[in-house]
């Protein structure tokens, strides 16, 4: 806890930009019937029959002080979908960084080990050395910001029925162009010296 929050405190660095990320899914839900368009005094009335078109997958990441969003919408969470998205965000998204400081769960997926499943050993250490990992504690999802983030992409954008995938791409893009345009960066307040008193009972007892 306390690594993942002295990384929140360091100041802005480009060539070591600090990278939040989260991944979550999303049920794919058709309409059986079409739903009744809103009249004077109510709102849409969807029937309560739908149809499952499968699960789209979310990896999100959010640069807290730049206030820069990427999310990517897949079709499977496998290790190899995590090193895709990772090396798009070294050589892409952050092309001129030495190094990017990422702060992510520790799901099995995310490791370096990923990223020789999906790539020859040559690239995959290429794109290890680029990355400094912090991972948040066991129960302390809540000190990831890309959590934060997933949280205001289901309320804003993903809190109805979308039936196929392209949609949902085509949506959460614009979301991101959105969040983007408006570059609103994430003012991270809880600090080291907080935790050792609010939280004062995780600590050893000495």
């Not at 690239?123 to 912090?134: D, G, P, S, T, V």
């Not at 959590?147 to 804003?156: K, Y």
Request: proline share 7%.
């Amino acid at each position: 806890m306390e690594d993942v929050l002295d990384v929140y405190h360091a100041p802005h660095d480009p060539l070591f930009p600090l990278v939040c990320m989260d991944e979550s899914n999303k049920q794919l839900v058709g309409e059986v019937h079409d739903p009744l368009p809103p009249a004077p005094g109510r709102g849409q009335i969807l029937d309560h029959e739908y149809v499952r078109n499968g699960v789209a997958e979310i990896f999100l990441e959010v640069e807290p002080l730049t206030g820069r969003r990427h999310v990517e919408i897949t079709e499977h969470r496998t290790r190899r979908d995590w090193a895709c998205f990772i090396k798009g965000r070294l050589d892409e998204r952050y092309p001129q960084a030495i190094k990017v400081r990422l702060v992510m769960d520790n799901l099995n997926t995310h490791s370096p080990a990923s990223l020789y499943e999906a790539f020859e050993p040559e690239e995959a250490r290429r794109l290890a050395r680029r990355l400094e990992i912090h991972y948040t504690p066991k129960h302390g999802s809540w000190l990831n910001v890309a959590e934060i983030e997933l949280s205001a992409l289901n309320s804003q954008c993903l809190n109805r029925r979308i039936p196929e995938i392209n949609l949902m791409k085509e949506e959460v893009a614009a979301w991101e162009l959105d969040r983007n345009n408006r570059a609103a960066t994430i003012d991270w307040r809880f600090t080291t010296e907080d935790a050792r008193i609010k939280l004062k009972r995780l600590y050893p007892k000495l």
